[in-house]
């Protein structure tokens, strides 16, 4: 009878040890930074139908700034009126939109996006961004000029900030 216990004791202190040891390789492989979450971290620019964002955005830890375009494919004429940034987020302050490739100017100003238009949004952060994982939430209130009513569209940015 003794026996049988003895049996199951070391059986259960062997797998102990084995994954007690495989807990011990993972943490330092963590700690060396081998194992690095913000390798595997998607960069997402999201937000739901009638906004398009085309492409990736461009998270720069230098300026402080993320842009991104977005295209209105909503099915008529709208005018951005706000856009509001996450303050839990890593991006809170100011943000800016121009019209056309490559455009510089950015105001703060309503912005009429026809159908299938595209605009560049640049958001300032006035708390910095700091090298590495990125993540903000970002809301873009519009009128539909067919109805005149308002809209909110919740967007997503996450991505991994560059110097």
């Known amino acids: 009878m003794y026996k049988k216990a003895q049996a199951a004791i070391e059986f259960l202190m062997t797998y102990g040890w084995a994954i007690l040891v495989l807990l011990a390789v993972i943490g ?3 700690y060396f930074g081998v194992l690095d979450a913000s390798v595997l971290l998607p960069e997402r ?3 739901p139908v009638g906004f398009d964002c085309i492409g990736k955005a461009s998270i720069d830890a230098t300026s402080d700034s993320v842009r991104f375009i977005v295209q209105n494919s909503y099915g008529s004429r709208i005018i951005v009126d706000t856009i509001t940034i996450s303050a839990d987020g890593d991006c809170t302050g100011t943000w800016g939109m121009c019209e056309g490739k490559g455009c510089t100017n950015f105001a703060a100003s309503p912005l009429t996006l ?3 238009e595209r605009a560049t949004i640049r958001l300032n952060c006035t708390n910095g961004i ?3 994982r990125f993540r903000t939430d970002v809301t873009i209130l519009y009128n539909d000029t067919l109805t005149t009513f308002q809209f909110k569209a919740p ?3 996450r991505g991994k900030a560059i110097e």
């Open 130 to 132: 700091s090298e590495g």
């Open 114 to 116: 026809s159908n299938n």
């Open 155 to 157: 967007g997503q940015i």
């Open 45 to 47: 620019c999201q937000f």
């Open 28 to 30: 330092a492989l963590s």
